[in-house]
């Protein structure tokens, strides 16, 4: 299902208008419509094979759209040219020569891109890189490889930097150094455009937010929006009284989903005491005793599952 998405500013760094992307029988992105304000750190997330990845890289030239249009930094995706030396981008694992060091493999990438070699000490320092540029990329963490592709992505001082998955395979301190790093690229007035499923760390960093479910947006707007709201997590005494506790929510209108023995019940603006009262009488009228029931305000992670069906 489909929202209806609110006009971009005039000054969106990027739009699309029922952007679409179709393989043979298959869409992986089904008449995208939202857009991304300048200035912001925009949070791209979904379930696998939700069509986040298609999407940056039409956005990117690397794939044709079906139908539809976009615009990034004012400019129609059908003319990359004309705006892809303002942007940088890391899709997926970044590609280097692993017999080269960090500072070498800059230099490749400086040559190929045209850009100014001067700017490779600076990137390096501002990725935490400063002093093992001279150390061979093979012999880099894997932090460090998603750093040094950062790195190779603001070679030509980007106004715009996507990012695909860049916590991938990260241990917690590479996760904190990372949304330390993306935070630092906003606050030198650039757009960011992350995708990640590690819905936590996008929610420290992420004040604009982007949900894909199946090809199609299901939510647009600030982070801060989206991620409010109380919900109760019930349990019954036995198993199949939970299972029957769901059915009597369900039955009573409430939004139900298993999180391990509990149920985790939606209020959206329901209010949270009188609903757990509510609760309480349902159970007990259907004769089901409770062993838990608490509120509890949701987190980005546990809203974006209730949205895209439990599934990242």
Request: glycine share 14%; with cysteine; hydrophobic share 40%.
């Amino acid at each position: 299902m489909t929202i209806t998405s609110p006009p971009a500013p005039p000054d969106a760094a990027v739009t699309l208008d029922g952007l679409t992307k179709r393989y043979g029988a298959r869409t992986a992105v089904d008449q995208l419509t939202m857009h991304i304000p300048r200035g912001s750190v925009a949070g791209f997330v979904g379930p696998n094979g939700a069509g986040k990845t298609t999407a940056m890289a039409m956005l990117l030239g690397l794939v044709r759209p079906s139908a539809g249009t976009a615009t990034v930094l004012g400019h129609p995706i059908s003319q990359p040219a004309r705006y892809l030396g303002r942007v940088g981008a890391l899709i997926e694992t970044p590609g280097f020569y692993p017999a080269l060091t960090g500072l070498e493999n800059l230099r490749v990438l400086a040559a190929m891109g045209g850009h100014d070699v001067a700017r490779i000490p600076r990137v390096l320092e501002q990725v935490g890189l400063g002093g093992r540029g001279s150390s061979r990329f093979g012999q880099y963490s894997l932090g460090m490889k998603q750093r040094l592709g950062i790195a190779g992505a603001l070679l030509g001082d980007p106004e715009l930097v996507i990012l695909d998955e860049p916590t991938n395979g990260l241990d917690p301190l590479g996760m904190s150094e990372m949304r330390e790093l993306i935070a630092g690229l906003a606050g030198q007035g650039r757009t960011v455009m992350v995708s990640s499923h590690l819905l936590g760390e996008l929610e420290q960093v992420c004040d604009w937010l982007l949900i894909l479910d199946h090809g199609e947006l299901v939510y647009q707007g600030a982070t801060e929006a989206f991620a409010v709201g109380v919900e109760l997590s019930v349990a019954a005494e036995g198993n199949a009284d939970t299972g029957r506790l769901a059915e009597l929510l369900v039955a009573a209108g409430y939004p139900v989903r298993r999180r391990g023995d509990e149920l985790v019940v939606q209020l959206g603006d329901r209010d949270g005491r009188t609903a757990a009262a509510h609760v309480n009488r349902i159970a007990h009228a259907g004769g089901v005793v409770l062993s838990v029931l608490h509120r509890r305000r949701p987190s980005l992670e546990d809203q974006v599952l209730a949205r895209t069906g439990g599934n990242r």
